[in-house]
């Protein structure tokens, strides 16, 4: 069965970086695009990032893009999102999201999501 | 960047009642919608894609229609484990965008 599974979380100050993975199995990693999305406390969903299969192609959202970086490491079947110049409203659980097509575009879609990891950006 | 907004924001029904919530996109994204369900602490989950295609394993009681700019999710007959809040999202174009969620309760 599918699994994804977070992990990096945790209190950074303002400024401060943090890099969060999300380890896959239970599918074949390579072939499929992955997203973040993050939850802000008491908040709705934000999506975040999207990498293709290969990470030949990466999206971001306008409240990330310059500061965070998705990449992935298919060999390890690992996601990843490396988080500079973190903010306040940066706090939030962010989630690993797969993506349910294979092996070209994507299906701007979430079928599987990880169980969230929780970023606090305070001094 | 599409703008999804749904209403109500909260509901509150019983067990057994039939709801329907409805999503409302800034321009028209044809059929590209879709239902996410979360419960609290948990992560969301698919229920519905293209407007009206259920995803594998969700009970038939959930069903979604519409285009263009008006989607509706409805929940025929409630039961227990439904209550909770229920996330539209768009799948027209990037950024990817949600509705700011619909919180359903028991009465």
């Known amino acids: 069965q599918v699994q994804l599974v977070e992990s990096g979380g945790g209190v950074v100050q303002p400024g401060g970086s943090l890099r969060l993975s999300c380890a896959a199995s239970g599918f074949t990693f390579s072939s499929y695009g992955m997203h973040w999305v993050r939850q802000a406390p008491g908040k709705g969903l934000e999506w975040v990032a999207f990498?293709?299969?290969?990470?030949?192609?990466?999206y971001y959202a306008d409240s990330v893009k310059g500061r965070f970086t998705i990449s992935r490491d298919n060999s390890k079947n690992t996601l990843y999102l490396q988080m500079n110049s973190l903010r306040a409203e940066d706090t939030a659980v962010y989630y690993c999201?797969?993506?349910?097509?294979?092996?070209?575009?994507?299906?701007?879609?979430?079928?599987?999501w990880g169980q969230g990891t929780l970023v606090t950006v305070s001094s | 960047d599409i703008q999804l907004t749904q209403s109500p924001s909260f509901l509150s029904a019983s067990v057994g009642d039939r709801v329907t919530i409805t999503c409302r996109a800034s321009?028209?994204?044809?059929?590209?919608l879709a239902w996410y369900q979360q419960k609290p602490g948990k992560a969301p989950k698919l229920l519905i894609y293209a407007a009206s295609t259920l995803q594998s394993g969700v009970p038939s009681r959930f069903s979604g229609s519409g285009s263009g700019t008006e989607f509706t999710l409805t929940i025929s007959s409630l039961q227990p484990e439904d209550f909770a809040t229920y996330y539209c999202?768009?799948?027209?174009?990037?950024?990817?965008?949600f509705g700011q969620g619909t919180r359903l309760e028991i009465k």
């Open positions: 321009q028209g994204i044809s059929s590209y």
């Open positions: 999202q768009q799948l027209n174009s990037y950024p990817i965008t």
């Open positions: 999201a797969k993506d349910p097509c294979s092996s070209g575009g994507s299906c701007y879609l979430f079928d599987y």
């Open positions: 990498i293709r299969y290969d990470g030949s192609n990466k």
